[in-house]
């Protein structure tokens, strides 16, 4: 199995279930509730945690309660924790989520009062030692810095970049990586109605990575370097129970087909599927 550093934010998620989304100044009784880890890049890293593959996360992480919660279950899935900065300053992220079991939504409050990380936390002298390298984009200022530092001092090891939300500079990101996962929240952030005209624009632009771009229930598209468009279909369960993570899902099975060999359509359908089945089960155990 392959070595894979994740780069990215860790959060203590806690997750009221409820049977409707509350309005405004409406008072509501949770049906159950639930405290765990979070984050994306840690969200990723433990399912392909699941595949067998020796990952390590980087992060940073408040020295406290909930730092330490994040960092045990992090273990418990297989996910090395070395990596990890711990911050005396600031506390551990924190998300408040509302998971609607009508439609199986979730919104977030994220609460964050913890320094980023910076560029000398990646461990740049290290880096032979890893099979790929997944970020998450953001900290834009600091991330270039890694990215072009990873570039002198990388082999042949892929570099994907995961762009979920729009930040001020992340488009300075772009040359970097191999593989760009855009998230459907982003494009239609941009103003882009489909994941081609998201693909045109960036071709235009000069951007010559393997671009991604997940589309809900629409399944996911991607853009080869030679500009060839696939298509997978979404995978949608018989019940939706819960989409929290169903896009750092999506990113840890694409990792993972295309780890495999399987080429670039092939992945992106695994990448669907695997999506889909988190979107029918509560929580990221037992994925496969």
Same mark, same amino acid.
């Given at each position: 199995?392959?070595?894979?550093?994740?780069?990215?934010?860790?959060?203590?998620?806690?997750?009221?279930?409820?049977?409707?989304?509350?309005?405004?100044?409406?008072?509501?009784?949770?049906?159950?509730?639930?405290?765990?880890?979070?984050?994306?890049?840690? =969200?990723? &890293?433990?399912?392909?945690?699941?595949?067998? %593959?020796?990952? +390590? !996360?980087?992060?940073?992480?408040? $020295? /406290?309660?909930?730092?330490?919660?994040?960092?045990?279950?992090?273990?418990?899935?297989?996910?090395?924790?070395?990596?990890?900065?711990?911050?005396?300053?600031?506390?551990?992220?924190?998300?408040?989520?509302?998971? =609607?079991? &009508?439609?199986?939504?979730?919104?977030?409050? %994220?609460?964050? +009062? !913890?320094?980023?990380?910076?560029? $000398? /936390?990646?461990?740049?002298?290290?880096?032979?030692?890893?099979?790929?390298?997944?970020?998450?984009?953001?900290?834009?200022?600091?991330?270039?810095?890694?990215?072009?530092?990873?570039?002198?001092?990388?082999?042949?090891?892929p570099v994907s970049?995961?762009?979920?939300?729009?930040?001020p500079g992340i488009?300075?990101?772009?040359?970097?990586? /191999?593989?760009?996962?855009?998230?459907?929240?982003?494009?239609?952030?941009?103003?882009?109605?489909?994941?081609?005209?998201?693909?045109?624009?960036?071709?235009?632009?000069?951007?010559?990575?393997?671009?991604?771009?997940?589309?809900?229930?629409?399944?996911?598209?991607?853009?080869?370097?030679?500009?060839?468009?696939?298509?997978?279909?979404?995978?949608?369960?018989?019940?939706?129970?819960?989409?929290?993570?169903?896009?750092?899902?999506?990113?840890?099975?694409l990792i993972q087909?295309?780890?495999?060999?399987?080429?670039?359509?092939?992945?992106?359908?695994?990448?669907?599927?695997?999506?889909?089945?988190?979107?029918?089960?509560?929580?990221?155990?037992?994925?496969?």
């Amino acid at each position: 199995m392959s070595r894979i550093l994740c780069t990215g934010i860790a959060t203590l998620d806690i997750i009221n279930q409820v049977d409707h989304y509350p309005a405004e100044d409406e008072e509501l009784r949770a049906l159950a509730q639930a405290v765990r880890r979070g984050g994306n890049a840690a =969200n990723t &890293a433990c399912v392909l945690g699941q595949f067998g %593959h020796q990952v +390590d !996360l980087l992060t940073t992480l408040g $020295d /406290d309660s909930a730092g330490e919660t994040i960092r045990q279950d992090l273990q418990a899935h297989g996910v090395a924790t070395e990596r990890i900065v711990t911050l005396r300053a600031g506390r551990t992220p924190t998300s408040y989520i509302t998971l =609607n079991r &009508a439609n199986g939504s979730r919104t977030i409050v %994220h609460y964050r +009062d !913890l320094p980023e990380l910076q560029a $000398d /936390d990646f461990p740049i002298s290290d880096v032979a030692r890893y099979d790929w390298f997944h970020f998450e984009g953001r900290n834009i200022d600091q991330m270039e810095i890694v990215l072009r530092r990873l570039n002198r001092q990388r082999i042949d090891q892929p570099v994907s970049v995961e762009i979920e939300k729009s930040r001020p500079g992340i488009e300075r990101l772009y040359r970097y990586p /191999d593989i760009l996962l855009f998230s459907h929240a982003f494009a239609a952030e941009q103003g882009y109605t489909c994941a081609d005209a998201l693909f045109d624009a960036l071709r235009q632009q000069g951007v010559s990575a393997i671009l991604v771009c997940s589309w809900g229930e629409q399944g996911a598209f991607a853009c080869d370097p030679r500009d060839q468009r696939h298509h997978s279909p979404a995978f949608v369960p018989a019940q939706v129970i819960d989409t929290l993570g169903a896009g750092d899902t999506f990113n840890a099975g694409l990792i993972q087909a295309l780890l495999d060999g399987r080429p670039l359509e092939a992945a992106l359908g695994a990448a669907c599927e695997l999506a889909g089945r988190k979107v029918g089960q509560s929580g990221f155990t037992n994925l496969l």
